[in-house]
Structures are given as C-alpha cells and as structure tokens.
T-cell receptor, first 117, second 111 residues
C-alpha cells in the first residue's frame, strides 16, 4: 500500500482566513514533503521534513507554516493568503533520504485544490 | 544550474501508434531519475526509477531507458487510458531529498 491521504480535497478561503491542510501516511515513511502545483506546471517543492524535523524550506513566504506533529502526519497552516496562492497543494512521502533505490521514491497524495478569493 | 527538459510539450497519437517521450538533464550530481504519470486534478503516480546509464524498466505498455544525458519513455501500442501528463524528475544530491521536475509532456491518445 502506497497511500498518502490529503484532506480536504477542496478548500475555498478568503484572504483573512486561517485554514490548515492535512496529510497522513501509514507506510512508516520518514520523509514528508509539501509541493505547490499551478495549472500546466510541474510541482514546486515547498518544504521537506526528515524524521519530523524541517530539513528544506524553499524560501516559502511565512503565510505558509508547516508542521509535522509525528512521523505519520504533516500539516500546512495557511494565513493571510493571496489570490496567486490558489493552486493544487500536494503532499508526498518517501521511506527515507539516504540510500538508493526504493528509499528515494516519493509517493504523492491526490492533493488539495485551494482557491483564495 | 540543474535543469530538466522534457520534449515534446504535447503529443497526440492514435490508438496503437507507438512513440517516445524525451527527458534530457544537466545536473551536477544525478542520484536517480524518476518518471511519474499525472491525471488532471490528481497527484503524480510513480512509474519508474532509474539510476545507472543503460538501465531499463518496463511496465505494461511503458518502457523507460536511461543514458548519461537523457531518458526516454517508450509507449508501445498505446490505449486511450494512457492519456495523461508524464513528468520526469531527477534527484540531486543536496544532503536531503530534492526532486527537480521537467515541465512534463501532455500525451493524448485518440481512439
């Protein structure tokens, strides 16, 4: 089973709202990721967590705040977003960071379609 | 600068018409190349990973190959359900896991 579950599937929020995206995996993976994807563009990496510690922040604006409460859960807290932040937000996980072959394969969730009004 | 380029940007084929998608890369330290399939409004689905030049992987009508500078995704006798965007990504060494994605090839198979 290579399932990564994201909730909600769709989210509409105003620019003054605070909301959170949730991602969950039960594969025992120790690396988790947030990506942003605009229409007809590839996914862009936002954050990487390794063993529940933030290891990569791709200079993401502070209105996006990631959190990794435990090894199975990843949250993305949203506050004061702009309309240009509307996109598909993807979560992914991989078994680890080091080593070759299967440890590096990232498995993606179905995404949360976010619209900022 | 690490770069991944996919071609063509879009490809339209008739059912049963075989073809190939290209992914060329210039990276400082390749640590694996990955192919994903993405359907509209969904997350990318993992297809293959390749690590060494000369390596090949197959799955149903798809076959991925790797050289020192590029990878090909060969599609043999495609069916309409193979229509999707195919993404190529390379893993670069940065002390942590990072994938650099190409822009993707939008494949349409007409019945």
């Amino acid at each position: 089973d290579t399932e990564v579950t994201q909730t909600p599937k769709h989210l509409v929020m105003g620019m003054t709202n605070k909301k959170s995206l949730k991602c969950e995996q039960h594969m025992g993976h120790r690396a988790m990721y947030w990506y942003k994807q605009k229409a007809k563009k590839p996914p862009e990496l936002m954050f990487v967590y390794s063993y529940e510690k933030l290891s990569i922040n791709e200079s993401v604006p502070s209105r996006f705040s990631p959190e990794c409460p435990n090894s199975s859960l990843l949250n993305l807290h949203l506050h004061a977003l702009q309309p240009e932040d509307s996109a598909l937000y993807l979560c992914a996980s991989s078994p680890g960071l080091a080593g070759g072959l299967a440890k590096n394969i990232q498995y993606f969730g179905a995404g949360t379609r976010l619209s900022v009004l | 600068e690490d770069q991944v380029t996919q071609s063509p940007e879009a490809l339209r084929l008739q059912e049963g018409e075989s073809s190939s998608l290209n992914c060329s890369y210039t990276v400082s330290g390749l640590r694996g190349l990955f192919w994903y399939r993405q359907d509209p409004g969904k997350g990318p689905e993992f297809l293959f990973t390749l690590y060494s030049a000369g390596e090949e992987k197959e799955k149903e009508r798809l076959k991925a190959t790797l050289t020192k500078k590029e990878s090909f995704l060969h599609i043999t006798a495609p069916k309409p359900e193979d229509s999707a965007t195919y993404l190529c990504a390379v893993r670069i060494f940065q002390g942590a896991q990072k994938l650099v994605f190409g822009q993707g090839t939008r494949l349409t198979i007409n019945p």
